[in-house]
């Protein structure tokens, strides 16, 4: 078992910028693929970023390329989401998860565990 606990999240006027944590535990977190993903009130959960165990690798969705930086540490057991130049289309209840397949990064039910969330909202 994974245990995930988002944190970071908040309320945040346009433009403004918000770092996202997720600490894991339990198993090997270094083992692991790391996703961000986020679901605002009506819509279905949709890919945001993802990283590799290595950290070597990251994937974003268009939506947020260019804005959005995922990184690691695996030693804390810590996967961040660095979140700039905020839009109000950004607010919704962020989630990140856990992943031990080699890839579909983007698609939710390949991602075994999951953290609580943790709301953003941005003000236009």
């Known amino acids: 078992q994974v245990q995930l606990v988002e944190s970071g999240g908040g309320l945040v006027q346009a433009g403004g910028s918000l770092r996202l944590s997720c600490a894991a535990s339990?198993?090997?977190?270094?083992?692991?693929?790391m996703g961000w993903f986020r679901q605002a009130p009506g819509k279905e959960r949709e890919f945001v970023a993802a990283?590799?165990?290595?950290?070597?690798?990251?994937f974003y969705s268009d939506s947020v390329k260019g804005r959005f930086t995922i990184s690691r540490d695996n030693v804390e057991s810590t996967v961040y989401l660095q979140m700039n130049s905020l839009k109000p289309g950004d607010t919704a209840v962020y989630y990140c998860?856990?992943?031990?397949?080699?890839?579909?990064?983007?698609?939710?039910?390949?991602?075994?565990?999951w953290g609580q969330g943790t709301q953003v909202t941005v003000s236009s």
């Open positions: 339990g198993r090997t977190f270094s083992a692991y693929n």
């Open positions: 990283i590799r165990w290595t950290g070597g690798n990251t």
């Open positions: 998860a856990a992943s031990d397949k080699g890839s579909g990064y983007r698609i939710t039910d390949l991602y075994n565990y």
